[in-house]
Structure formats: C-alpha cells, structure tokens
C-alpha cells in the first residue's frame, strides 16, 4: 500500500539507507536477501568460513565450437572492489536498523542477522573482520588455479566470509574484460610482426568503442579500465576516472584518443553534400590524425570518388603524424576492410615493407570499428595478410564484444567454501556434483605457487605450509577493513605484458 | 542525483568533444531520437521501455554543469587529446545561460508500454540554438536505455512462456508473477547493472534476490517494495557439513525456517541420491509436515536442465506421491516444489507448471547487449538559418542501418497498430510521444505501479491489445 505516510517512511529510510552496509556508492546497498538468511544455516559451534575464487578450468567442454580457449586469466580488479565496497567503516546503526526493516518487508519475516552486525560495529568500529590473500594484479595465470581466498577473522563472524560472495564474484567482470582484450592483442601482436617486423602501434591496434553499448555508467568505468591494462587508446572516458581514483599511473592519463567524426556530423550537411563534410572536418583538424566515418551512404564511392579524387590533394599533404583514417562502420567487416584498402590501394598507391607486405601511404589509414570481436578480427587480419596487406595499414574498435558481450561463464569464474572450522577442528569442504565434474571445487585451505619449471600450481588442502614449492604467491590485501598492499596501474600494465616467449610462440 | 564527483563532460565518448566544430556553420538544431531498429531475423518483435526515468534523474537533471567541472574537463581533455579541442566557452555559455542545466527537450514514450520494433521510442533536441552540439553529446549516455529495454523486454518474453504453460497446465494464472526469481546480481558487470536490470525484472514480476533492484524502484520509481524473496541455503551453507553430513544440514534448513518457504540447493554430490534418499526418505517426515505456505523448494544446480528436472521430480513424485489438477496434470503435494535455476523449455511429460519455480541469472541481466534488439539513436533533422532539413544514414553495404528522416511521431493508426511518422507530417494529437524532460526538469513521472499496468501480461497477448493508452 502506498499511502503518503508510508511512502514518507520509507523515503526516509531510503536517504539513509543509501549508504548501507558494503557499497558506498550513493545508491544504497547491495546484498542479495539469500545471503541475509545463510548464518542460521552453517553448522553450530562454526568458527570459520575460508573461501576461494577461481577461473575454473573447463576439461569437458560441450561447445566444441568455441575458437578461443582462454587457458590463462588475467587477475584485475579485486582493488576497485576493495575501496569501494569493503574499505573502512562500512555498517553503522542507522544503516543495521534500516537493513531490518527493509529486510522484514522483503522475506515477510524476521531473518536479518541485527546481533551479527551490531557485534561487528561493536567490537570493530564496522570495519569487516576478513582477511583477503590475492595474486598481485596484472598476473597472467592459468585456468584452474586460485586466484584470491577469503576467511573471517573473528569466529563470531563465520558468516561474514560468503555475505561478502556477491560483490567479489563481479570481479568476473573486470577479469574477463583484461584477459578478452588481452587474448585480441595477442592475435594482433602476431600478424603485426608478421607483415611488418615490429610491433609498432600494437597498443593502438584496438580502440574501446564500448562506452554506449555497457549496461551503466559503472560498468563502463570498470571494463574500460580493464581493457586499458592491454592498450592505449579509448573512447570510453569514464575507465580513465576508475584508474586514477583506484590504482594511479605515473603518467598525467592512461588513454588517448584523436577527433573523429559520427554519422550525424555528416549527415547534417545533407546527403548531396558529403564531400563538404568530409573536407570541413579535416581541415577542422590538420595536426593529428583524424578519423571520419565513410559509409553514411555508400562507403565505397567515398573512398573512391571523394577521398580518391575529390580530397586527394587535402590528404597527400598531410603528415605520417596527422593521417586520414578512413572509417567504414556498415557490411561484411572483412569483405569491407579488404575491398575498402583495395580501392584506396588503387588511388594511393601503396609500398612494399621489408617483409614484402602493401603499406598505404603514412598519410592514410583505416579504421574498422564495426563487428569487432576476438573472431572477427583474427578473420580480418588473417584475410588481410593473404591480400598482402600489412597489418600497419589498420586499426580496430570494438564496443559490445569488448565491454558487454561476455558472461561469468566464458571464464567459469567462481567463489567456493573449501575450509571450515567446526568445533575447533578444521575440515576440508568441497562440491562435487555427480551431473557435472567440472563445477567440482577445491578442498581445504589453499595456496599458489611457481614449480621449478616456472608453472603454476594450486596446493590444496593446506599442502603450501610444507614449503615445498616455496612462497605462496597469494599476499594479503585487505585485513579487517583495511587495504594493506596496493597495485597501481603501472604495475598493473608490467605484470599483464606480453612476455617475449609468448610472442614467440604466436609466430611458430 | 549523481555522486558529487561524476562529472557530465566526462561521460561522453571521446570523439564527441570534437564534434561541435564539424557540424556544418549555422546549424542551430540537432534533432535525433532512439529506435530498437526493425530486422527480418529478429526473435522478439515487441518492446518494452523503460528505465528513462531513472537515467533523467540520477544524470540529467537539473544544474549538472559547474565551473569545477568545466576545468576538470578541459585539463583531461588537453591531456587525452594531446591538444586542446575541448569546447570550453561552450559549455560555460551552458553555465551562465541556463545556470548549468540542459537546453534539451525529450519526448518519450511513456514508460512500460510496449511498442513494436522499428518504432522511434524517444526524441532529443536542442532548445536553445546555441547548444545545437549538445543533442547528440549526450547520445552515449542515453543509448546505455538498450539494457533496462532489453531486460524488461526478455523478462517479459519469459512471463509469455511461462503464462502460456501455466494456463495449459494449471488452468489459471496464478502466481505467475513469482515464477522467475532473478538470480542474477553476481554475474553482471557492476553493482550499477545489478540495480537497473534488477529493477527492470521487476517490471514483470516480484521475485529477487537482486536487492539492488528493489532500492532502484524504491529511489526512481516510487515502489516502497517491488519484490519479494524467500530464505535459501547455497552451497558453502551444505558443504560446511562435509559430505556425510549432508542430510544434518537439509535438516538444519528446516528447522531454521519452519514457516515460509525455504529453498534448498539439493546437488552439491548427488541430487538424484539426496532427493531419494534424504528429502524423500530419511527427512520424508519433516518434508510432508510442511504446510503449502512453507514449502520445501528444491533446487537442483547442474547437469542438463530440462533432463535433470524432469528425473528429479520423477523421484520425487515416487517418494510423495502426485495428484491431477483440474486440467488434468501431476501436481506434487503442496508442501514441495522445485525451483530450477535454468533452462525455461517445460517439458510436456504431464507435469504442471505449478510445480516448478524458475530462476535466472546473467541470461536474464547479463547474456545480452545492444544488438539484441539492435538499439540505435541517429540524427534525422537538422535547422541551419532558421531551415529545416531531413536527414539519415542509409548505407549501401547495410539497408537495415537505415535511419529515419525528419521529425517524428508516434501514433495508433486507424487499424489500431502503432507505427512511426516521419518527415514532420504528424499530428500532434495522435503523438503518442511525451515530453518528459525540457530545460533540466523533469515534466512527466511514472511509477512502477503505473509501468506495471501498461504492460500487463495476459495470456495470449497479442502486440496492440494494450489497454491503457
């Protein structure tokens, strides 16, 4: 029932409530009401819950068809998460007071853990007593291994260990962001050192044009910043703000862009007068490189007749620092990209690199922004390199498939109990469902290390106290409400760089 | 309101800073508007929109310019361009003239309705001739309407089949409305996400665990309590035990919440043994005791779906036992049902669909995106010197990128089916178009009550038979 008092309550409630227990985001709180119920169900007399998070390996795969296997993640974003959500004093007994209340309406019924939080905000000043070990960020780890744990610290909060699942588990986010964007600069790394020698510009090879095509303005800060560990080049703004306020570069920004024009500062000017358009905006823009969308109406008479003839001139004067990129946004993305540089090809007559590949002149360039996914662009580059075209003629955006088209389960991300402590005895817990060995889960406390062949691996069951395989790779991040190691994004960068080897193998 | 640190000049894309010097001279109007476009191989034919509201009040209202933030903007911009482009006398004029609030008209479709594809949803445009730059500055952020579209449009999709089973099976609808729970707040992308989405589910029904949802309806759509939720266990609750213990922990479940319904996640080691051997044996007794307002709901979690479904509550009828409804199809007593975390294609074995709950997780708020029911926001008229022209893409290598011309309207024809006019011939009293949002006010609220009403389920739905209008 909505009646004005009742609407003015819970507005009321609702001001204060936004700044509810784990998330200081001005929107209110973020936990889901099953886990508001889940401390009357461990066993009595628990005293630790530990859990763990991991990419889970997939060894029996139903989609065959999948192209790309993502055999290493790399681990990004556990940092924004931290500050964000868990940092500090995060309950207060306002925010416990209207938790119950919200929670009483929501269930019908009194569930809500009050004396579990009031002890907290007690006891710790609400600063949440968990520990988090996590591999430092920008590592490239294989699938199946550990990637962060997280125990409670106090044996009055046991349960305090999956209340906080939900916010970790979107890690999956930026996690899968990185290790997609990193998987295209692998493929891009491979035929730009095929059909040219080096890898200049690699970090520009793929520009995020995602920032539309994300579901908020959150996601968008965060997948943009993910992809940023791997290039340079962005148009989705709100990532560069998420680097400088969570992880801090040396460098004044992270990510750079150049004008670009869109259909409707074409389209504007009118259909019969494209080529205006065309010769306004290059001129708007003489010093740096400049990108205009082409295909308003018919992308390959733009680049034949007006970028051809029309503008030759504007364009041959400009410098290798300032080119034209060429941008077709519509058809076949390689059927386009190839009759596109065929025509330009014609008009701009192109040199042989030292690799024998066709380079347009420094002054032109394309752009391919349209349908870009990790797919896509391995069919792109792959056709361009049997048309002889060298992979220095073209970049890449990507909005959707960078940022939005993926889910928890490309990477099979998961937060599992693997250890409690009943009765003062510690016992190794897992699942292991019989329709499904791959959802099985690891046991007991956990640990990561290198082998002396540099490989990974997971010890279970707190094997790593026996120092066999040396340090635990997993350092503490976060102890009791505070942040106690943090990367920044340079490291970050450092530590999710293409190794040598692995260009290596690309080429073999 | 946005958090007092987000600053509007910075959510943009990139390239839209350097788009007010290519405009053509004298253009003083830039009118665009928003359409989930038209396409022959497209699954869902209808729309529903939503989720304006909440983007007006949280980003686009009232004084979002400050000098502040003028100066952030241009030291960034300076830095991400390596020169400077930012139009800084621009927004500032924004600033004195308007005091920081946007000379922008919307004109939308009301919210909940639901409008066939290749329909224009909403219109933007400049009100004042000086800001003709700023219709299209802000596309970014209102194209991000393609995911509240899309989950209320798929969640909607869903209650169709559901509606259409249940009515097949049970002879009526009820408790359509808690038949999929939203699972789905840890695989989206961000907690912003979860919020929307969350609410956009509630659109068509009121079960969560989305609880962020809940607070988006409270905060942006005036609903005190959109949704509804049941105790559940997870996994590390029955693991906790060890595995031979695992009839010790369904136990606890039940003795916790011995009245309402309690969910519990039956697969951890073998959900075909724990459903005959402890819920249908060993706790046989505490199960049928329960009264139909506090089932056991049973949750299976892995394996094929629909296989696993129909096996688990073959078990279950062996071990319980099932009756025929009116309409002639197994029931299991009252006291049980099972809840099913995906794969919604009932099975025709007889089976009720009163039976089974459903819940969905990144299908229902993640597994989409904007090419789902591609979502597009295009220029179809610009005024330069006072006169107006119509204009669009229509790209020879794509027909189905065409754009629309003009300025447009939305209206019921005379057979009753909506459709979009074009090139500035409507009638403004047919346009069903409203004007939500002029000058930095908002002119037209709705509220989840009134949103839920506009796109009532019923079984059989055809697209116009839409009452309310």
Known sequence: MCS???????????????????????????????????????????????????????????????????????FYGLQYILQKYLTGKVITPQKIQEAKEVYREHFQDDVFNEKGWNYILEKYNGHLPIEIKAVPEGSVIPRGNVLFTVESTDPECYWLTNWVETILVQIWYPITVATNSREQKKILAKYLMETSGNLEGLEYKLHDFGYRGVSSQETAGIGASAHLVNFKGTDTVAGIGVIKKYYGTKDPVPGFSVPAAEHSTITAWGKDHEKDAFEHIIKQFPSVPVSIVSDSYDIYNACEKIWGEDLRGLIEARSADAPLVVRPDSGNPLDTVLKVLEILGKKFTPQENSKGYKVLPPYIRVIQGDGVDINTLQEIVEGMKEHRWSIENISFGSGGAL?????????????????????????????????????????????????????????????????????????????????????????????????????????? | MAAPDFNFLLATDSYKITHYKQYPPNVNRVYSYFECRRRKDAQFNEVVFFG????????????VITEEKIQEAKVFYQLHFKQAVFDEEGWRQVLEKHDGRLPIRIKAVPEGKIIPRGNVLFTVENTDPDFFWLTNY????????????????????????????????????????????????????????????????????????????????????????????????????????????????????????????????????????????????????????????????????????????????????????????????????????????????????????????????????????????HCAFKCSYVESNGKGMDVYKQPVTDPSKGSKRGRLSLRRNSDGFIETVERGVGKPEEDLLVTVFENGTILQEYSLDDIRKNCICTHGLVPHENESD
């Open chain 2, 52 to 63: 304006l509201q909440y983007l007006l009040k949280k980003y686009l209202t009232g004084p």
């Open chain 2, 138 to 373: 802000i596309e970014t952020m209102l194209v991000q309407m393609w995911y509240p579209i899309t989950v209320a449009t798929i969640s909607r999709e869903f209650k169709k089949i559901l509606a259409k089973h249940l009515k097949a099976t049970s002879g009526s609808l009820e408790g359509l409305d808690f038949k999929l729970h939203d699972f789905g707040y840890r695989g989206v992308s961000s907690q912003e996400s979860a919020a929307l989405g969350g609410a956009a589910h509630l659109v068509n029904f009121c079960s969560t665990d989305t609880v962020a949802g809940l607070l988006m309806a409270q905060r942006y759509y005036s609903c005190p309590m959109a949704g509804f939720s049941i105790p559940a266990a997870e996994h590390s609750t029955i693991i906790s035990w060890g595995r031979s213990r695992e009839k010790e922990a369904f136990e606890r479940l039940l003795d916790q919440f011995p009245s309402g319904p309690v969910s519990v996640v039956s697969d951890s080691y073998d959900i075909f043994k724990a459903c005959k051997y402890i819920w249908g044996d060993k706790l046989k007794e505490r199960v049928m005791e329960r009264s139909e307002d506090s089932a056991l709901v049973i949750r299976p979690d892995s394996g094929d779906p629909a296989e696993t479904l129909i096996e688990v509550i073959k078990i279950l009828e062996e071990c319980f036992g099932s009756s025929l409804n009116s309409v002639g199809y197994k029931v299991l007593p009252s006291y049980l049902r099972i809840i099913q975390g995906d794969g919604i294609d009932l099975n025709d074995e007889g089976w009720s669909a009163e039976n089974v709950f459903f819940g969905c997780g990144s299908a229902l708020l993640q597994k989409l995106n904007r090419d789902t029911l």
């Open chain 1, 403 to 508: 940022l939005q088209k993926l889910t928890r389960d490309l990477l099979n991300c998961s937060f599992k109990c693997s250890y409690v402590v009943t009765n003062g005895l510690g016992v190794n817990v897992f699942k292991d469902p019989v329709a499904d060995p791959n959802k099985r889960s690891k046991k007991g406390r956990l640990s990561l290390h290198r082998t002396q062949s540099g490989d990974f691996v997971t010890l279970e069951e707190g094997k790593g106290d026996l120092e066999e395989y040396g340090q635990d790779l997993l350092h503490t991040v976060f102890q009791n409400g505070k942040i106690v190691k943090m990367y920044t994004f340079d490291e970050v960068r450092d530590n999710a760089r293409l190794k040598e080897f692995e260009v290596e193998e690309l080429l073999h």
């Open chain 1, 4 to 74: 004005s008092q009742l609407f003015a309550r819970v507005f009321f409630f609702f001001f204060f409530f936004s700044q509810l227990v784990l998330c200081v985001t001005e929107d209110g709180w973020t936990l889901g009401p099953g886990l508001v119920t889940h401390y009357k169900q461990y066993p009595p007399n628990t005293s630790k819950v530990y859990s763990y998070f991991e990419c889970r390996e997939k060894k029996t795969d139903s989609t065959k068809t999948r192209k790309v296997k993502y055999n290493k993640t790399v």
